[in-house]
């Protein structure tokens, strides 16, 4: 279940990397410690994790063969100062150069303070550039996009994040279970059970325990109420960028539906802090589950109506059908998650791929399309909203007995756990040491689909970006971190 | 009123100075519109054409304050808005002129009595400019679909994006004038289209008063009507916008060659 760490050596670091470019294996996380780097990879159902010795502080960079590592290893040399050797792309990623310390988890050095970020040069005439946040004008996270234009064309999109990095790895480190399991649950606040599930899976894993299988499914049905709810929301929400504002009022009423349901089962609207190591905090409640029930009922009923309204505007499908596509090539290469992988042919659910209970008993299919536009991206998250509407109800009906929690030993040990957020597969790999967090890594889906955006809105209108954007709706949180 | 005015340091004294002028031209123009009665106050001091000249005045500082101060985003809602503005005016001058040819006269007063006679009847050329004068009217006032004015989305717009950097009275002032201009080109429809209820030149209180409330139904209809169509469709892309005024501007031609067939030329 678990996926193994090899300790290897340069050789066995060029093979992965090689492996990694020629695509027979897929990037699931790069990550340090000091005096070590760690990469998880996987293929076909089975996953690996290695471990790399940094003699002075360097290791052989995997971005300059694999580019969706360029990302994590900016990351990683911000947060542990330890060198890719070889990598093209040697700019800071997280560190603005307004942090306290520099590498704070690594050799800590003091803040040399901002310094300029030079953004990578197009040429050509009449090219302009168009700066555009990380204040919008709207109230969403925050995060610069430097548009390059011919016109209305966008030549060249480049991302700057990390606007809200909290330190979230260095504050896991050395936090006891209970602390680091509500400090999981906040990497990312729309995904917050499927975090805590990662979180909690993995540390069941270290500790070599299991939760109870009453807790287990009570976790799916919280993560799939999270799907529903964040499904629904984007659907809505996707259409309002086209100014469509009747979805975006229907589907925003229905998820407020999911929120007040999920309340009323589990006492808390997004289901914070209900998934801990060892199983959930509470049952769900009788009157819940009824809710829940009515709920499905309720979906299933307006669902069809607002699926035939979405595709019978010819002025919506006008604006949604073949803007912002990305190529099945490019999904698969970076191993994108989620909506935007299945959108574009890669149809890889951390729920199949590697089966977790109660998944792996559980009737549900994945679909996957290859037309890899915000229109497929809507029709993905459609389909999965009704798949989880199965499951839900499959859940609610074979509710094992309890109990729902069992207390975690303090153990020490390793443990790492894939799990299906509703943005797409979110890795995370602790090592505990007498009860305590010695150092947690969490890596969002959305590491892998942000630079998809950067390829799908090539060659677009750049008014068509907040709708592209929108259809990808990755976390700026959870990969701040 | 109280609200401080947060200018950019290089504002120059036409950012300032813009506001006023957009307004001052869109109420001017406003006020040459019969609204309840013909024969208005300033009804005969100019005519359609003087309307249509006052608005491009008027959009033509709104361009240029969004340039002044040199944001993007400024200089991306002054291009779109001036590329939609050449092509809404020729659809518009055409529905000048095919009425003007109707009603012998560009004065709205007289068109307007002109419609309220006998003699009209039920013309395709009427039909035609309606169609025309409303798709104008959604492109000028900056609506769904070829803008949206309750987005909060910087890149998509248009008429928001020109006054992103202005506040308080200002803003103020900014959005009064295209308020104004959207009830301009409704009650321009209603006294050309449906000029039922104006009251004429010299008519007691009572005809005065039936204008008033008759004005105030077909407000009523219109801000319907607009809430109606505007929620049961999408924006289009930006590009789509030159068809859609594209299609007003051939109604308005192919109304004023269906006048010159109906009629065997120019009596």
Not at chain 1, 84 to 107: C, I, M, Q, S, V
Not at chain 1, 274 to 286: E, L, Q, S
Not at chain 2, 130 to 145: D, K, T
Not at chain 2, 234 to 239: E, G, N, P, S
Request: proline share 5%.
């Amino acid at each position: 279940m678990s996926w193994p760490r090899h300790l290897v050596d340069a050789a066995g670091w060029s093979g992965a990397i090689e492996a990694l470019a020629a695509g027979r294996r897929t990037l699931a996380g790069l990550w340090g410690e000091p005096g070590l780097v760690h990469m998880a990879t996987h293929a076909d159902g089975e996953g690996a994790i290695l471990s790399t010795p940094c003699p002075n502080g360097a290791y052989r960079s995997v971005s300059a063969w694999h580019a969706p590592a360029i990302r994590l290893e900016r990351a990683l040399f911000d947060l542990h100062g330890l060198r890719p050797d070889g990598a093209l792309d040697k700019r800071p990623w997280l560190d603005h150069g307004r942090w306290t310390l520099r590498h704070p988890l690594g050799e800590a050095l003091a803040a040399t303070g901002p310094v300029p970020y030079p953004f990578l040069a197009s040429e050509g005439e009449n090219l302009h550039q168009i700066p555009v946040g990380p204040v919008h004008a709207g109230v969403i996270e925050p995060g610069h996009f430097r548009f390059t234009a011919a016109g209305e064309t966008v030549v060249r999109l480049e991302e700057r994040l990390g606007y809200v990095h909290r330190g979230l790895e260095g504050r896991l480190a050395g936090a006891d279970l209970d602390r680091a399991a509500k400090l999981a649950g906040r990497a990312s606040g729309d995904s917050t059970v499927a975090y805590a599930i990662a979180f909690a899976r993995s540390a069941e894993d270290a500790l070599g325990i299991e939760a109870p299988a009453r807790a287990q499914w009570l976790r799916a049905l919280m993560a799939e109420l999270e799907r529903l709810a964040n499904h629904l929301g984007d659907i809505g929400a996707i259409c309002n960028d086209a100014a469509f504002s009747l979805m975006h009022a229907h589907c925003g009423a229905l998820r407020e539906q999911v929120l007040r349901a999920a309340e009323s089962a589990f006492g808390h609207r997004l289901m914070m802090d209900r998934v801990i190591p060892g199983g959930v905090a509470a049952d769900i409640t009788p009157e819940g589950a009824r809710g829940i029930q009515a709920l499905l009922r309720h979906i299933r009923d307006r669902l069809p109506r607002l699926v035939e309204l979405y595709d019978d505007t010819a002025s919506l499908q006008d604006r949604t059908v073949g803007t912002g596509r990305v190529s099945p090539e490019l999904a698969a290469r970076f191993g994108a998650g989620g909506f935007v992988g299945r959108a574009s042919g890669r149809s890889f659910d951390a729920r199949k791929a590697f089966p977790y209970a109660p998944y792996d008993v559980l009737n549900f299919g994945i679909r996957a399309r290859e037309d890899g536009d915000v229109n497929a991206r809507v029709w993905i998250r459609i389909e999965e909203v009704r798949e989880s509407l199965g499951l839900v109800e499959q859940i609610l009906d074979r509710l094992p007995s309890p109990p729902v929690h069992l207390g975690p030993p303090a153990g020490t040990g390793e443990g790492n756990a894939l799990v299906e957020s509703f943005r797409g597969d979110l890795f995370v790999w602790l090592r505990l040491a007498g009860g305590r967090v010695e150092r947690a890594y969490l890596r969002d889906a959305s590491w892998f689909q942000w630079p998809l955006l950067e390829a799908a809105i090539e060659n677009n209108i750049v008014a068509d970006f907040p709708l592209c954007n929108k259809s990808f709706n990755c976390s700026y949180a959870g990969v701040d971190l | 009123m109280r609200k401080e005015v947060v200018l950019a340091h290089n504002a120059s004294w036409l950012f300032r100075v813009a506001p006023y002028l957009i307004f001052a031209g869109t109420w001017v123009a406003a006020a040459l519109v019969p609204t309840f009665a013909t024969g208005l106050m300033f009804s005969w001091s100019a005519d359609l054409i003087a309307i249509i000249a006052l608005l491009g005045t008027a959009r033509f500082f709104l361009a240029l304050a969004g340039m002044d101060i040199g944001t993007s985003f400024g200089g991306i809602g002054a291009s779109r808005e001036v590329m939609i503005a050449t092509l809404a005016e020729p659809a518009l001058l055409m529905i000048v002129f095919s009425l003007a040819l109707l009603a012998g006269s560009t004065q709205l007063s007289t068109i307007a009595g002109y419609m309220l006679s006998s003699n009209v009847g039920l013309r395709v050329t009427l039909a035609l400019s309606l169609f025309s004068l409303i798709m104008v009217a959604i492109a000028e006032n900056a609506r769904i679909p070829v803008d949206n004015p309750a987005t909060h989305l910087e890149l998509t717009m248009v008429h928001e994006a020109m006054v992103l950097e202005y506040s308080a009275r200002h803003l103020a002032v900014i959005e009064l004038a295209s308020f104004l201009k959207l009830l301009l080109y409704v009650s321009l429809i209603a006294c050309v289209f449906a000029p039922w209820g104006l009251a004429p030149v010299g008519a007691g209180a009572a005809a005065h008063l039936l204008g008033i409330a008759t004005y105030a139904g077909k407000l009523a209809v219109a801000g319907v009507l607009l809430a109606l169509f505007e929620t049961a469709i999408a924006k289009m892309r930006v590009f789509r916008a030159p068809a859609f005024l594209g299609a007003a501007f051939m109604m308005g031609i192919l109304g004023v060659l269906l006048l010159f067939v109906s009629r065997g030329g120019l009596r």
